[in-house]
């Protein structure tokens, strides 16, 4: 059984990386996106694919950031914390030029103390 008070550390750590992706994203630094997954993290991105590495998901993250999308924020996100080292994130998402769903994001905390994503499971849906 996770403490309150672990829960609410991961809960911490989770947020505090998610904050850096998307200001990172609304940066236009993709490379700074990347920087929040794990070395071999699994990226599925509906429709566009499945980018596996941090080399994969940078490029995807470039591209986008390439043809002018932007201003991404969250829509009602819930995080639920699975145990002392991992916790899912599930939201709604907005862009200046699309929209959809988080499915899951799947944050563990690394041994330097931080969260990275080690899957990241999404849907553009407009």
């Given at each position: 059984?996770?403490?309150?008070?672990?829960?609410?550390?991961?809960?911490?750590?989770v947020?505090?990386?998610?904050?850096k992706?998307?200001?990172?994203?609304?940066s236009?630094?993709?490379?700074?996106?990347?920087?929040?997954?794990?070395?071999?993290?699994?990226?599925?991105?509906?429709?566009?694919?499945?980018?596996?590495?941090?080399?994969?998901?940078?490029?995807?993250?470039?591209?986008l950031?390439?043809?002018?999308?932007?201003?991404?924020?969250?829509?009602?996100?819930?995080?639920?914390?699975?145990?002392?080292?991992?916790?899912?994130?599930?939201?709604?998402?907005?862009?200046?030029?699309?929209?959809?769903?988080?499915?899951k994001?799947?944050?563990?905390?690394?041994?330097?103390?931080?969260?990275?994503?080690?899957e990241?499971?999404?849907?553009a849906?407009?």
């Amino acid at each position: 059984m996770i403490s309150e008070e672990q829960k609410n550390t991961v809960l911490n750590l989770v947020s505090n990386s998610s904050a850096k992706w998307k200001e990172a994203f609304n940066s236009g630094n993709a490379a700074g996106c990347a920087a929040q997954y794990e070395k071999n993290a699994v990226m599925n991105a509906k429709p566009f694919g499945t980018f596996t590495g941090t080399n994969e998901i940078t490029a995807f993250w470039q591209k986008l950031i390439d043809d002018g999308f932007s201003d991404v924020d969250y829509i009602d996100p819930v995080v639920e914390v699975l145990d002392e080292m991992s916790a899912v994130l599930r939201s709604g998402w907005k862009m200046n030029k699309a929209s959809g769903v988080i499915h899951k994001e799947l944050w563990v905390i690394q041994s330097d103390g931080t969260a990275k994503l080690r899957e990241d499971d999404f849907e553009a849906q407009g």
